[in-house]
């Protein structure tokens, strides 16, 4: 949840219990120093990540092609 850019971490804290701080401190620990600083610049300030910032249009995006089969 924490990867996908539009799960706001309110969301990450209101079913799993982990502050914002703890989140951070999990994906530090959880994948590769490159990845993890990609990450941070890719949300840090991210208007999305945070309910309070996020403008009311954005809702959870599912893709076109979500649970259909490939064929």
Known sequence: ???????????????FG???A????LMRQHISRGAF???RKRVSGRKTKHLALRPSGVARH?????NKANR
Do not use: G
């Open 1 to 15: 949840m924490a990867w996908e850019d539009r799960t706001p971490f309110e969301a990450i804290e209101r079913q």
């Open 18 to 20: 982990l502050s914002e």
């Open 22 to 25: 703890r989140v951070i401190k």
């Open 37 to 39: 600083l990609r990450w």
């Open 62 to 66: 599912q893709s076109s092609t979500h």
